[in-house]
């Protein structure tokens, strides 16, 4: 079923024995078998309550039982789920499973009731060994390699559909477009919801089940009814399924079936007070079939087998949700951890928090409005005949009353609370690879907590506290553990980070999988970098990788990086790999600066990359189509910016590299072998930096755009020149003789030409701000004779004149030092102000 399962399918469900119930706990009636939808919070009060009955001597549950060891860890006062049982392949830590479990799964439940009350409690699904070595001979087989990705991701060992239960066999036995499972093995709570006249099954099992009060002296008879239903379902499906049940997910099924069986067998001959097993509910009429010992020991015999370990890791509510692709997710894990924490009066409660969390976000909410929703949820469920308000029935009652019928802040309800961003925790001293500990470890000295929810962080790296936190999340982010995100910071100066932080539980496979590389964030990350830059395969991979040991504080990678980087350097006679590697080098050496770090053989790399960039750049711009030369366009605009940045702090031996790269561009906008782009953008970086006079750029300018060019080139310079989002459209409004030298070229294009040309200028004037295109449009309409300029005297556009209106600028003083808060302002001080 939808969440539910699928009623246990594709996890070990509910267990064999007697009658569920009947005679469960009592020595020689057979075990107690609880079949459960998991995460449900009804069946999690219903499995207690059967379990306070029965009392009996040892509790099952599915999952792998290499766990057994860390069962007791759940009853750890620091242990706050959700949770999952990690299970990796020690000699492939990327090849793993998790199987979660929330406050509200019954699983969790049976285990801390067995806890609570001294009992043995023992998993037994089929092995996580054999789970990981199944889905590794699939992948060698070319079998379903895209899902069991996404099984990892998602965190469940391969469960099939919605139902599908965590620690499920490998990817084939989800569910999903093109699937080949009948409708009953693929959601048979919906096949159970619509013989019932339900067409939501979600609804029907809150009806049946989560809104169901466990009644004194009627604890088994849920699970009763429920193995009743599967029994028909399952002996509908094998009906249709005929002889291929043994290949396949159905033939998974069957192995791990037969092994809980025979752990069942085991455990009623080791514990006299009796059994009592809980598991998805699909598996219940197989778990209560009588099968010869025989045959379950031949089904399970030769499995393939790999060494796994296994440890908790916090889980979140997030990845529970059927939303976040989690295969046995429910739709609404927040709403349902609600149900099972609430102790009485669920609905107000939990729009109570619904107003809670609209006030904070400054939506007007008043206690009249929650009293008011809840009567219209009660009244709506009434009118739909249902027990009690569900989900469907709180959620239209806070759109029509707390949201105004709005969905936006109703959307903001469905993420922080019908969801939620609830992290697990696991106790420190929960089995881990050495790298887990040590990154703990370090984000307890740096007071980065791990949190579910995405945060920004604003770092100040003239603190040591913040440069400690850059330098961790840099090298989680070189080990390939994708904590942190940067993120644009709102500080333009080197010692300001910022960055986006969100913990996911798959990133716990990450920091498994990075062990490899060292014991600590430290070693690993310096192992890693040296080992990414032996594998580079271009130049400008070095040099990314070189600015990233400096970012992370790598000093012992950072030197055979150099040695690497200055070998390819010497090596590479490629100009645009010169070109684009520079840049990111004279990066690294600015933020050298901000964190104390010897640049020195970083400053002496980049000088001589520069110059052979010098060297080699005019040459290799000859004989340039048109994509190559608007790369090259991209490389001279990162040469220049990188030069300009090298230029204040020139490495010792080597002079100030800016005149030199003057030259160079003087060189590029004098040849005419040099594509129009190109040189347009030579010219165009000269203006700017004032070593060329407008009369010669204006000179250049017309010499491109003469009626001797050919229009397609001519278009190009004019590209390079004012294009590219470089500000050139400003020129053109401040300068007449540029804009006319354009317009008279323009007008002159031929016909048969301008159908070629008008695409790059588009493009080319796309790149500007509206209100560029729009003065410049005006400048065109008025014509050469009248045209002047735009922000000339008697313009007549409002706003310009001939000077500075001062009076009109001092008057928004008064309210500029109000915003920014600098003084007091003082009432007399806005006396004329208008601030609409």
């Given at each position: 079923?939808?969440?539910?399962?699928?009623?246990?399918?594709?996890?070990?469900?509910?267990?064999?024995?007697?009658?569920?119930?009947?005679?469960?706990?009592?020595?020689?009636?057979?075990?107690?078998?609880?079949?459960?939808?998991?995460?449900?919070?009804?069946?999690?009060?219903?499995?207690?309550?059967?379990?306070?009955?029965?009392?009996?001597?040892?509790?099952?549950?599915?999952?792998?039982?290499?766990?057994?060891?860390?069962?007791?860890?759940?009853?750890?006062?620091?242990?706050?789920?959700?949770?999952?049982?990690?299970?990796?392949?020690?000699?492939?830590?990327?090849?793993?499973?998790?199987?979660?479990?929330?406050?509200?799964?019954?699983?969790?439940?049976?285990?801390?009731?067995?806890?609570?009350?001294?009992?043995?409690?023992?998993?037994?699904?089929?092995?996580?060994?054999?789970?990981?070595?199944?889905?590794?001979?699939?992948?060698?087989?070319?079998?379903?390699?895209?899902?069991?990705?996404?099984?990892?991701?998602?965190?469940?060992?391969?469960?099939?559909?919605?139902?599908?239960?965590?620690?499920?066999?490998?990817?084939?036995?989800?569910?999903?477009?093109?699937?080949?499972?009948?409708?009953?093995?693929?959601?048979?709570?919906?096949?159970?919801?619509?013989?019932?006249?339900?067409?939501?099954?979600?609804?029907?099992?809150?009806?049946?089940?989560?809104?169901?009060?466990?009644?004194?002296?009627?604890?088994?008879?849920?699970?009763?009814?429920?193995?009743?239903?599967?029994?028909?379902?399952?002996?509908?499906?094998?009906?249709?399924?005929?002889?291929?049940?043994?290949?396949?997910?159905?033939?998974?099924?069957?192995?791990?079936?037969?092994?809980?069986?025979?752990?069942?067998?085991?455990?009623?001959?080791?514990?006299?007070?009796?059994?009592?097993?809980?598991?998805?509910?699909?598996?219940?009429?197989?778990?209560?079939?009588?099968?010869?010992?025989?045959?379950?020991?031949?089904?399970?015999?030769?499995?393939?087998?790999?060494?796994?370990?296994?440890?908790?890791?916090?889980?979140?509510?997030?990845?529970?949700?059927?939303?976040?692709?989690?295969?046995?997710?429910?739709?609404?894990?927040?709403?349902?951890?609600?149900?099972?924490?609430?102790?009485?009066?669920?609905?107000?409660?939990?729009?109570?928090?619904?107003?809670?969390?609209?006030?904070?976000?400054?939506?007007?909410?008043?206690?009249?409005?929650?009293?008011?929703?809840?009567?219209?949820?009660?009244?709506?469920?009434?009118?739909?005949?249902?027990?009690?308000?569900?989900?469907?029935?709180?959620?239209?009652?806070?759109?029509?009353?707390?949201?105004?019928?709005?969905?936006?802040?109703?959307?903001?309800?469905?993420?922080?609370?019908?969801?939620?961003?609830?992290?697990?925790?696991?106790?420190?001293?929960t089995p881990a690879v050495p790298l887990q500990r040590d990154l703990a470890r370090s984000?307890?000295?740096?007071?980065?907590?791990?949190?579910?929810?995405?945060?920004?962080?604003?770092?100040?790296?003239?603190?040591?506290?913040?440069?400690?936190?850059s330098r961790l999340l840099h090298r989680l982010r070189l080990l390939g553990i994708g904590?942190?995100?940067?993120?644009?910071?709102?500080?333009?100066?080197?010692?300001?980070?910022?960055?986006?932080?969100?913990?996911?539980?798959?990133?716990?496979?990450?920091?498994?999988?990075?062990?490899?590389?060292?014991?600590?964030?430290?070693?690993?990350?310096?192992?890693?970098?040296?080992?990414?830059?032996?594998?580079?395969?271009?130049?400008?991979?070095?040099?990314?990788?070189?600015?990233?040991?400096?970012?992370?504080?790598?000093?012992?990678?950072?030197?055979?990086?150099?040695?690497?980087?200055?070998?390819?350097?010497?090596?590479?006679?490629?100009?645009?790999?010169?070109?684009?590697?520079?840049?990111?080098?004279?990066?690294?050496?600015?933020?050298?600066?901000?964190?104390?770090?010897?640049?020195?053989?970083?400053?002496?790399?980049?000088?001589?990359?520069?110059?052979?960039?010098?060297?080699?750049?005019?040459?290799?711009?000859?004989?340039?189509?048109?994509?190559?030369?608007?790369?090259?366009?991209?490389?001279?605009?990162?040469?220049?910016?990188?030069?300009?940045?090298l230029g204040g702090t020139p490495a010792p031996g080597h002079g100030d590299p800016r005149?030199?790269?003057?030259?160079?561009?003087?060189?590029?906008?004098?040849?005419?072998?040099?594509?129009?782009?190109?040189?347009?953008?030579?010219?165009?970086?000269?203006?700017?930096?004032?070593?060329?006079?407008?009369?010669?750029?204006?000179?250049?300018?017309?010499?491109?755009?003469?009626?001797?060019?050919?229009?397609?080139?001519?278009?190009?310079?004019?590209?390079?020149?004012?294009?590219?989002?470089?500000?050139?459209?400003?020129?053109?409004?401040?300068?007449?003789?540029?804009?006319?030298?354009?317009?008279?070229?323009?007008?002159?294009?031929?016909?048969?030409?301008?159908?070629?040309?008008?695409?790059?200028?588009?493009?080319?004037?796309?790149?500007?701000?509206?209100?560029?295109?729009?003065?410049?449009?005006?400048?065109?309409?008025?014509?050469?004779?009248?045209?002047?300029?735009?922000?000339?005297?008697?313009?007549?556009?409002?706003?310009?004149?001939?000077?500075?209106?001062?009076?009109?600028?001092?008057?928004?003083?008064?309210?500029?030092?109000?915003?920014?808060?600098?003084?007091?302002?003082?009432?007399?001080?806005?006396?004329?102000?208008?601030?609409?």
């Amino acid at each position: 079923m939808p969440g539910a399962d699928r009623a246990g399918a594709g996890r070990p469900v509910s267990a064999s024995g007697g009658a569920a119930g009947a005679g469960a706990g009592v020595p020689g009636g057979g075990p107690l078998l609880l079949g459960v939808r998991h995460h449900g919070p009804g069946s999690a009060r219903a499995v207690r309550a059967a379990l306070e009955a029965a009392r009996p001597g040892v509790v099952l549950v599915e999952g792998p039982p290499e766990a057994d060891a860390l069962i007791p860890l759940a009853a750890h006062a620091d242990m706050r789920p959700p949770v999952a049982l990690l299970a990796h392949a020690v000699d492939e830590p990327g090849r793993s499973a998790f199987w979660p479990l929330a406050e509200f799964s019954p699983e969790w439940v049976a285990v801390r009731w067995a806890l609570e009350h001294d009992v043995p409690a023992r998993f037994i699904d089929l092995p996580a060994a054999h789970t990981l070595a199944w889905r590794a001979a699939d992948e060698d087989e070319g079998e379903s390699a895209h899902a069991d990705v996404d099984a990892d991701r998602e965190g469940q060992a391969g469960g099939r559909g919605r139902g599908a239960g965590r620690g499920t066999p490998p990817p084939d036995v989800r569910d999903g477009p093109g699937t080949a499972f009948p409708d009953v093995r693929g959601d048979p709570l919906a096949v159970l919801a619509a013989a019932a006249g339900h067409d939501d099954p979600e609804r029907w099992w809150e009806d049946v089940i989560e809104h169901r009060g466990v009644a004194e002296g009627d604890a088994f008879a849920p699970f009763a009814a429920l193995e009743e239903a599967m029994t028909a379902l399952r002996e509908t499906g094998e009906d249709g399924e005929g002889g291929d049940e043994e290949g396949g997910a159905h033939g998974r099924d069957l192995v791990r079936e037969a092994w809980m069986r025979l752990r069942i067998r085991a455990a009623g001959r080791e514990f006299a007070q009796g059994v009592a097993v809980v598991c998805g509910a699909w598996h219940v009429p197989a778990l209560r079939r009588r099968v010869a010992v025989a045959a379950d020991r031949a089904l399970v015999k030769g499995l393939p087998r790999t060494k796994v370990d296994m440890t908790w890791v916090p889980w979140t509510h997030r990845r529970l949700s059927r939303a976040g692709g989690y295969g046995a997710g429910i739709e609404s894990p927040g709403w349902y951890g609600h149900l099972f924490a609430a102790a009485d009066r669920p609905v107000e409660r939990w729009l109570t928090g619904v107003a809670q969390l609209l006030r904070e976000e400054d939506r007007v909410v008043s206690p009249a409005h929650v009293i008011e929703a809840v009567r219209l949820a009660e009244a709506l469920a009434a009118v739909r005949g249902r027990p009690l308000p569900g989900l469907t029935e709180v959620t239209d009652a806070a759109r029509a009353v707390l949201c105004d019928g709005s969905d936006v802040p109703l959307a903001l309800v469905h993420d922080r609370l019908v969801v939620g961003d609830v992290l697990g925790e696991v106790p420190a001293g929960t089995p881990a690879v050495p790298l887990q500990r040590d990154l703990a470890r370090s984000q307890r000295r740096l007071r980065l907590k791990p949190e579910a929810p995405e945060r920004e962080l604003e770092l100040d790296l003239r603190k040591e506290t913040d440069a400690g936190r850059s330098r961790l999340l840099h090298r989680l982010r070189l080990l390939g553990i994708g904590w942190g995100e940067p993120a644009a910071s709102r500080s333009t100066g080197t010692f300001r980070e910022t960055w986006r932080l969100r913990w996911e539980p798959e990133l716990s496979v990450r920091v498994a999988e990075a062990g490899v590389w060292g014991t600590t964030v430290l070693s690993a990350a310096t192992a890693r970098a040296e080992a990414d830059a032996v594998a580079a395969r271009d130049l400008a991979e070095v040099t990314a990788l070189a600015e990233r040991c400096l970012l992370a504080g790598l000093p012992d990678a950072l030197s055979p990086v150099m040695r690497i980087l200055a070998d390819r350097a010497a090596l590479d006679t490629d100009v645009g790999h010169l070109a684009e590697a520079l840049p990111a080098l004279v990066r690294a050496l600015r933020y050298g600066d901000v964190r104390g770090t010897d640049t020195a053989a970083l400053a002496e790399v980049a000088a001589g990359l520069a110059e052979r960039v010098f060297v080699g750049l005019p040459a290799a711009c000859a004989a340039l189509d048109a994509d190559a030369a608007e790369e090259m366009r991209r490389h001279v605009d990162a040469v220049h910016t990188a030069v300009g940045l090298l230029g204040g702090t020139p490495a010792p031996g080597h002079g100030d590299p800016r005149p030199r790269w003057r030259a160079v561009l003087r060189t590029l906008s004098a040849r005419d072998t040099v594509p129009g782009v190109v040189r347009g953008r030579a010219v165009r970086l000269l203006l700017d930096d004032g070593e060329l006079a407008p009369d010669e750029a204006a000179r250049l300018m017309g010499l491109a755009l003469s009626p001797g060019a050919a229009p397609a080139d001519a278009a190009a310079w004019v590209e390079g020149f004012v294009g590219g989002g470089s500000g050139g459209g400003m020129l053109l409004l401040h300068d007449e003789r540029l804009l006319a030298l354009i317009d008279t070229w323009l007008t002159g294009v031929p016909a048969e030409a301008f159908t070629d040309v008008l695409p790059l200028l588009r493009r080319t004037f796309s790149a500007h701000e509206p209100s560029v295109r729009r003065g410049v449009g005006e400048l065109v309409r008025r014509g050469p004779g009248a045209r002047g300029s735009v922000t000339g005297t008697g313009s007549g556009i409002p706003g310009f004149a001939a000077g500075l209106d001062t009076a009109r600028a001092d008057a928004v003083l008064p309210v500029v030092r109000l915003i920014l808060g600098r003084d007091r302002v003082r009432d007399d001080d806005l006396t004329g102000v208008d601030t609409a």
